[in-house]
């Protein structure tokens, strides 16, 4: 208890010098816990979006496929309720992904495009896709219309009912694929908050087409309940048994190089994250120096009254854990209010960039968000403490070497 | 037969100047009995510190003994020679060193809460001892809120406080005007007589040397008693 009480009235001191020195070095922690906090948990956020809008917009999050062997004793509409019947399975999308080459008869401009046949009832019903897209004019295409990603729509040129001239390859007589040529109308555009899919996509009903198509190349997209939606292992399994010849492959899978991608990313932040350790290790380091320096006056007089070495080194670290850990309580605080408004600061902070040069900056316009994951700033916090503690062990071990008489004329 | 508290034998104190070697103190040997009073006088830059840090062991002798109640000092591990002195001897600086950042009281109170008494029962001694130097209505005064002499006064307390055997002052009054410097060598040497102390004193007042028991003149690194 006496050591707690010294090392409370040290890193409180009165005398101006040591104040100082503790304020520099407690805004110092904050400052330092602030940028880390931030940083991380706009990774976060970024990266989490990123995958959200890759497994609601691009690939569900179960694909279930039957490429080496036909289903022929059941339908689609079989298949897609048996899938609906496996546990943790939200709902069911049997649809086709295909290469078109499209083409604007009035502008003569043409494009190479992904055709997604999916029932039009996605638009309506409550899943992660139509959580996240969103049809400009609320147009939902009958089965004779198209939709156009928003990109897509201005690349072509294309309005609300254009007609669009559609190349798709279809099943043919004399030869295995044939292209068809057809003329659909654009009745609406889409956003979906992914770039790519909106500058590359465009949206058909399932139904019209899938005779031409063939069954043969119908993908059932397979959304889950929240929980499972990383954690499909379960869902895969049973699928598997159900359908022993099914190719079933997770959100994961289907993009394992876009996943790798952001794991590489995510290592990449770590490193990044350990080089920002390195240098508040090394302000850390230097600011426990300050503290020993400062305090060496005192330290003597303990030793020369009595106090033994386990004393002084006591009432050191815990002046150290003190300041630490109320600067880190203040960094983290800061952290997550700046974190909730970040969108607004970055807002405030285009705003002005505007005001001054009359151009907008597309990077400051981005509906920036945080995600603190507690664990995370718990494990930086615990970290950011034993560094400093350990530093300010090394700093008392070496200055208690010293005689106390020595440390006195040295003051 | 009088006790002897402190007893040196043959210590030498060197301290590196750059490459040489300072040769400080050569061969001391001195004998301290229990409940005297002992001035060590010479010029500055004499060792006369020197000599007082180790026998307070916060420093250490390049060669010989400093016993202390028959316990070699240089024996003695940091936990040991700690709660030794904590509760052996009280030192008295030559500028009243005191921690800043707490109160006279308090201060008076750090080395009993060191050598592990109730914060009650230091807090007690140390009120009654600060009454004695006249301070009863300064005691909840910071260091800087006090006069040189005040201060002074306070670290006589706190080298009272655990009722330690040794007192070791340090040119007590070498920092002081004339009128406090009486009244802190009245202080000193009547707190030590009525709490029957040993007291050791590097001075460079001859007037208060005459006042001790006995005197040693330290000069050219050798101690001699003078008549």
Same mark, same amino acid.
């Given at each position: 208890m006496f050591s707690l009480k010294l090392a409370w009235r040290y890193a409180f001191s009165r005398s101006n010098r040591h104040r100082s020195a503790t304020l520099i070095i407690l805004s110092g922690i904050a400052v330092g816990m602030l940028a880390i906090i931030i940083m991380v948990s706009l990774m976060n956020s970024l990266q989490s979006d990123l995958l959200d809008q890759v497994k609601s917009i691009e690939s569900f999050h179960v694909q279930v496929s039957f490429i080496s062997e036909d289903p022929k004793d059941v339908s689609m509409d079989e298949i897609a309720a048996a899938l609906q019947q496996v546990p943790h399975v939200h709902s069911v999308y049997p649809h086709v992904n295909t290469q078109v080459l499209l083409q604007n008869p009035l502008t003569d401009r043409s494009t190479t495009a992904r055709l997604r046949m999916i029932d039009s009832h996605i638009w309506e019903s409550e899943n992660p896709?139509?959580? %996240?897209?969103?049809?400009?004019?609320?147009?939902?295409?009958?089965?004779?219309?198209?939709?156009?990603?928003?990109?897509?729509? %201005?690349?072509?040129?294309?309005?609300?009912?254009?007609?669009i001239a559609m190349t798709v390859l279809g099943s043919g007589r004399a030869v295995v694929l044939a292209p068809m040529v057809q003329t659909v109308d654009s009745v609406d555009t889409f956003r979906t908050g992914l770039p790519e899919f909106d500058e590359s996509t465009i949206i058909t009903d399932l139904y019209p087409l899938i005779d031409s198509i063939g069954p043969k190349r119908i993908t059932y997209g397979l959304y889950l309940e929240d929980a499972y939606t990383d954690k499909a292992a379960q869902v895969v399994d049973t699928i598997t048994t159900l359908y022993p010849h099914a190719t079933v492959r997770t959100w994961q899978q289907v993009n394992s190089a876009f996943y790798s991608a952001l794991t590489l990313e995510k290592i990449l932040m770590y490193l990044f994250l350990f080089f920002m350790f390195i240098i508040l290790a090394v302000n850390m380091k230097n600011a426990s120096s300050r503290l020993l320096f400062v305090k060496q006056r005192e330290l003597a007089i303990l030793r020369a009254v009595g106090a033994q070495q386990s004393l002084a080194t006591r009432v050191l670290l815990g002046q150290t854990a003190i300041i630490t850990v109320l600067g880190e309580v203040i960094g983290i605080t800061a952290g997550v209010v700046v974190g909730q408004y970040i969108g607004t600061l970055f807002s405030w902070i285009h705003t002005i960039q505007y005001f001054f040069t009359n151009k907008s900056n597309l990077l400051l316009m981005y509906p920036f968000s945080t995600q603190v994951r507690p664990l995370e700033v718990l494990v930086i916090a615990v970290l950011v403490l034993f560094l400093a503690l350990l530093f300010t062990y090394i700093g008392c071990r070496h200055a208690l070497k010293r005689e106390p008489m020595e440390m006195l004329y040295h003051d | 037969m009088i006790e002897s508290v402190l007893h040196l034998t043959h210590v030498s104190k060197k301290f590196l100047s750059g490459d040489s070697e300072l040769l400080i103190l050569e061969h001391i040997d001195l004998v301290l009995e229990m409940g005297r009073s002992v001035a060590i006088t010479g010029k500055s830059g004499s060792g006369k510190s020197t000599l007082?840090?180790? +026998?307070?062991?916060? &420093?250490?002798?390049?060669? =010989? /003994? +400093?016993?202390? @109640?028959?316990?070699?000092? #240089?024996?003695?591990? &940091?936990?040991?020679?700690?709660?030794?002195?904590?509760?052996? $001897?009280?030192?008295?600086?030559?500028?009243? $060193?005191?921690?800043? *950042?707490?109160?006279?009281?308090?201060? +008076?109170?750090?080395?009993?809460? $060191?050598?592990?008494?109730?914060? @009650? +029962? /230091? #807090?007690?001694? /140390?009120?009654?001892?600060?009454?004695?130097?006249?301070?009863? *209505?300064?005691?909840?005064? @910071?260091?800087?809120?006090?006069? =040189?002499?005040?201060?002074?006064?306070?670290? $006589?307390c706190r080298a009272l406080i655990n009722k330690p055997e040794l007192i070791i002052a340090d040119e007590p009054t070498g920092s002081l005007d004339e009128e406090s410097s009486g009244e802190i060598e009245r202080l000193l040497l009547d707190l030590v007589r009525e709490e029957e102390k040993t007291l050791l004193l590097v001075t460079h007042d001859q007037q208060l040397a005459k006042k001790c028991d006995v005197v040693y003149l330290l000069h050219n690194r050798v101690l001699q008693e003078m008549a």
């Open positions: 896709f139509s959580d %996240r897209a969103y049809l400009l004019n609320g147009k939902i295409p009958n089965p004779t219309e198209v939709v156009l990603g928003s990109s897509l729509a %201005r690349k072509l040129g294309v309005y609300s009912g254009t007609p | 007082l840090n180790l +026998v307070g062991g916060l &420093d250490s002798p390049t060669s =010989g /003994a +400093v016993y202390l @109640r028959n316990r070699k000092l #240089s024996d003695m591990r &940091d936990k040991e020679l700690s709660e030794f002195r904590n509760r052996n $001897i009280g030192f008295v600086f030559q500028s009243h $060193i005191l921690l800043d *950042d707490f109160s006279a009281l308090e201060n +008076v109170c750090v080395p009993a809460l $060191i050598g592990g008494q109730s914060a @009650r +029962v /230091a #807090s007690q001694r /140390a009120k009654e001892l600060l009454d004695r130097v006249g301070l009863a *209505d300064r005691m909840n005064h @910071r260091p800087q809120k006090l006069s =040189g002499g005040e201060r002074q006064r306070v670290a $006589i």
